[in-house]
């Protein structure tokens, strides 16, 4: 299994771990291992700790009232999973947690992180940074679900992308990760994007991309 870097994780940033089994055996936490396709969470369940994602990766899906499966995000370790939920008065899982590979997941009890919290003031800014950067993601990834066209969906992760539209900029996911993003069907993903390039509203080489009629984009978002 691959090495544990738990000072590479959000809430963890700073906290100088020169020793991190130490580190981790003063959280009294537990270590729990899964393997590929394996289920770590489900949705629904309590939340009555924080589980951290320390080696591997996972993803994070939603099923709708209607039987569909929902894609939210893919997770890579070293980071934690659904941290907000844990203090929250409904505190239950919101998406299924599914192991995309051999995982570790730290379970560390809500105790222990508000001590954590009362005696390292950099540990709760991190814990509150952290979760306030997932909402604007989460709001984000809604807006995105919320959009019914696929050029719709990929207007808007591009002018998300785009620092200033006038330049070139890099997409860091593939066809393949923007489908399972988008939850779409990959040619349908390729034919969209190959349609934007014919209309003038795209220019593409390779992962870097470039909008060529701004307005184009915004009325594809709808």
Known sequence: MKKRELDSCPICHNLNID??????DDLKCAFRYYEKNDTIVLQGQLCD??????????RAETVSENGAIINVETVDAPRPLAPAFLFSDNNRFPVNIIALEDVEVIVIPKS?????MMTNPDFM???LAHNANRTQFLT?????LSIKTIKGKLAHYLLEMARNTDQPFIVDKNQSELAELFSVARP???RSLSEMVQDGIIQIHRREFRILDINKMKNLIV
């Open 19 to 24: 020793d991190e089994e130490s580190f981790l």
């Open 49 to 58: 700790a924080l589980y951290v994602l320390t080696i591997g990766k996972v």
């Open 112 to 116: 222990e992180i508000v001590r954590l």
């Open 125 to 127: 800014q991190n814990y």
């Open 140 to 144: 984000s990834r809604l807006q995105l």
């Open 188 to 190: 349908s993903l390729a």
